[in-house]
């Protein structure tokens, strides 16, 4: 493929991660330091402390792969926390299933929640395997 085109990918990712990781920080900030989710106040510390978390994953999808990409350990971090989600969503989705049935998974909702947190959730690592691309083929301006 050409350079460019691993660019042009690797920026549209960023961009989408950084929306995702704007919408993290408000989403954790109001529900971590604010203590309120759409149902109301919330009551339990195990939330509040998800949230916390969201807003801390929300923060790291803001950081450029410009400078993740100067340190290998760097990146297996950013790959790690950035994959996270990805794979709660995954194996909390197969406990559901094999716990309650496929029916009720399906009737809670838990497909459609899969099938667009997934995808956002997979944004940020993308971009960076892409911006890696792009710099190993010769381009050092991607995002």
Not at 31 to 56: H, N, Q, S
Not at 92 to 108: D, K, Q, R, V
């Amino acid at each position: 493929m050409n350079q460019n085109v691993y660019n042009k990918i690797a920026l549209m990712l960023k961009i989408l991660a950084m929306l995702v990781g704007a919408f993290l920080i408000l989403w954790g900030f109001i529900g971590g330091v604010l203590g309120y989710d759409p149902g109301g106040k919330i009551e339990y510390i195990e939330t509040r402390l998800v949230a916390l978390f969201t807003m801390f994953l929300g923060i790291i999808y803001l950081i450029p792969n410009a400078k993740i990409r100067k340190s290998n350990r760097l990146m297996i971090i950013y790959m790690a926390v950035t994959l996270l989600p990805s794979l709660i969503f995954i194996i909390a989705s197969l406990y559901t299933i094999f716990a309650e049935g496929m029916n009720s998974y399906i009737y809670s909702g838990g497909l459609l929640t899969v099938a667009v947190s997934v995808p956002l959730s997979l944004a940020a690592p993308l971009s960076l395997i892409f911006s890696v691309l792009a710099t190993r083929k010769g381009l050092s301006n991607s995002p």
